[in-house]
């Protein structure tokens, strides 16, 4: 705090001698880093807590991520309650409040990039066939480094859950708690029902947009799709999206949940760089009782009164699950983990994939979000100086949403079955520099379609189906708890997952012909995918080539830790989240949900 105010001293004493306009505005940058949290970011990385060898808590949270923030946080509410926050990463820093970096974070030391095993059938424009899956590393965990979409979901989501033995998870149930915890700053949505103003979650539209983007949503309604407010009554449609978002900075867990408090709450203990490698777990009454957890290549544990909660995430809970003894008996056999409790973790895993494109260009200039537009010193000094509607602000370029039904869709027609996500530029947006690697895109992928598209304004449409049948899994080929676990996602296993996909390809395009899009001169990019030359362009087989090559990831992984009632044999929680069987432990994380929702899981973790 000290070479804060020193900063600030000699930038005012800079404004009086100077008196000039550049001065001032560095005095306002040097207010809206503090109010940024920079200070505390620097305060928490130089002065971290020291774990206590045997220290004693009555809860101990596994994962400071989205859940275990949100869990930190209401658990020392209470004065009389000790907790313990554990998270592997570190905090902050200013980099991970600027939307626009939210691709350049896939690839740093903030992420747990988890390789999937090679695909068969799928991710053939990945060098080795071999998809990434980032996961926050950091406290914040996720929220910290996606793309900040912010999507509770669909009632029929939640009903189903209650309807398979979820007591409490009914959309009547839960849509007070989706409202107790967001401040939504939406235009034209201030008395909606469905909303609140004084939670801790920000929630906001981006309010820089490119003229494609207004196209998009203008062409989206002349192809027949409402406006609508996907959070609320209805999704069926088209919007600009909603992020969570400050003032068109980065509102992650960390920012709303721990931020605030962590220097005003005695009782909350937050440690970082701290790796939980087990759950120490009773055998005789298979009841946890701590953790075991590496802090600077030193082995700690610690103890829990109460109960230990795991909210490591959906690869990283089930992992600690397993090597703690608990699942598929056959697995832990082959590893040499003695079985305390067997149970279904990680033998079920969905994911909503996507498919990167398709593509179009327009005959608009300097238009669209890309690096050599976005990084420049006057977007920079703004973005710092609190101006919220920067390109800066942007999520990356993601800017739109629209909802589909498919016309073979057995759903009901208030279900969508494919999300279209409108974003400005492509893998040129950086050069190849962010998105490429981050994706393991190989390098044929980004030489024959995408460099052309450098210094050409252009937007793609990602498309995603929402209730993938395909199903995946996660599991351990040794017992090092520093080892990543093996993931297959299985993508396009059911092949119809694929048609889902073909239905919102053709859908983009359609859109494109809108006069809207039309206007700005929107063309389907003519760059025939590597490997799929042989057919016909644009035709549907085509597509599927296309689908099964440009697969790009969205990170939302559930059901690793599938939330079910006892008698459900694919579940490994309770309703209460409780491990069936193992008493004081539980899961509250990605993991747990049952299937996919029709959403990004962001919101939903929260």
């Known amino acids: 705090m000290l070479w804060l105010r020193a900063f600030r001293n000699v930038a005012v004493l800079c404004c009086v001698l100077l008196d000039t306009k550049p001065c001032l505005v560095t005095a306002d940058i040097l207010q809206q880093i503090a109010q940024i949290g920079l200070t505390n970011t620097l305060e928490q990385n130089l002065r971290p807590t020291v774990p206590k060898d045997n220290d004693v808590f009555d809860f101990i949270v596994v994962g400071g991520g989205t859940a275990g923030c949100v869990l930190a946080n209401r658990l020392s509410e209470n004065p009389n309650w000790r907790v313990a926050l554990l998270e592997a990463g570190g905090t902050e820093n200013i980099i991970n409040v600027i939307p626009a970096m939210a691709a350049y974070l896939q690839v740093t030391a903030t992420t747990w990039n988890f390789p999937a095993v090679p695909q068969k059938d799928s991710c053939k424009g990945m060098v080795n066939n071999v998809c990434f899956h980032p996961r926050g590393r950091i406290l914040g965990g996720t929220s910290s480094i996606n793309f900040m979409i912010f999507i509770r979901g669909n009632r029929r989501d939640f009903d189903g859950w209650a309807a398979a033995g979820n007591t409490g998870w009914s959309y009547d149930e839960v849509l007070p708690y989706f409202r107790k915890m967001e401040n939504a700053v939406l235009d034209g949505l201030e008395q909606s029902p469905y909303r609140n103003r004084s939670g801790p979650i920000n929630v906001e539209h981006v309010k820089y947009r490119t003229p494609s983007a207004h196209a998009f949503v203008r062409g989206s309604e002349e192809a027949g799709l409402p406006q609508t407010d996907y959070n609320g009554a209805s999704q069926i449609g088209v919007a600009y999206v909603q992020a969570s978002t400050r003032q068109g900075r980065r509102h992650s867990a960390y920012r709303a949940y721990i931020e605030p408090i ?7 203990k937050i440690f970082t760089y701290s790796r939980v490698t087990k759950v120490l777990i009773d055998p005789a009454t298979k009841s946890a009782y701590g953790v075991e957890f590496l802090y600077r290549k030193r082995l700690f544990q610690f103890k829990a009164r109460k109960e230990v909660i795991l909210s490591a995430g959906s690869f990283i809970s089930p992992q600690l699950l397993m090597l703690s003894g608990i699942g598929p008996a056959d697995n832990l056999q082959q590893i040499g983990v003695d079985i305390l409790q067997e149970l ?22 300097r238009q669209w979000i890309s690096t050599n537009l976005v990084a420049t010193l006057p977007n920079g000094l703004a973005f710092l100086a609190g101006r919220p509607d920067t390109p800066i602000s942007s999520l990356a370029g993601v800017e739109a949403l629209a909802f589909l039904k498919a016309p073979f869709s057995p759903l009901p027609p208030d279900w969508p079955d494919v999300e279209l996500i409108f974003a400005s530029g492509s893998l040129a947006s950086d050069q190849g520099t962010a998105l490429k690697p981050g994706a393991n895109f190989k390098n044929e992928i980004y030489d024959q379609m995408y460099r052309q598209l450098e210094n050409q304004d252009h937007y793609t449409v990602l498309v995603m189906p929402y ?5 995946g899994r996660l599991w351990l080929k040794d017992k090092n708890p520093l080892a990543r676990p093996m993931i ?5 296993d059911v092949a119809e997952d694929v048609e889902y996909m073909l239905h919102g390809i053709k859908e983009s395009i359609r859109i494109a012909q809108s006069p809207a899009l039309q206007k700005i001169g929107a063309q389907l990019l003519r760059a025939p995918v590597p490997g799929c030359e042989s057919l016909e362009f644009a035709s549907d087989d085509y597509w599927r080539c296309s689908i099964r090559t440009l697969t790009y990831t969205l990170h939302h992984q559930v059901a690793t830790t599938r939330m079910g009632p006892a008698s459900d044999p694919t579940a490994v929680v309770s309703p209460q989240l409780k491990v069936h069987g193992v008493r004081k432990l539980r899961v509250v994380d990605g993991g747990i949900i049952p299937s996919p929702p029709t959403a990004h899981t962001n919101a939903v973790i929260f």
Not at 262 to 268: A, E, H, S, V
Not at 349 to 364: D, K, R
Not at 488 to 492: G, R, V
């Open 262 to 268: 962590m220097f005003r709450r005695k009782n909350l």
């Open 488 to 492: 297959d996602p299985n993508y396009f």
């Open 344 to 365: 279904p973790v990680g033998v079920r895993m969905y994911e909503h994939v996507s498919h990167f494109g398709p593509t179009f260009i327009t005959n608009t200039s």
């Open 467 to 471: 209730h993938p049948k395909s199903i």
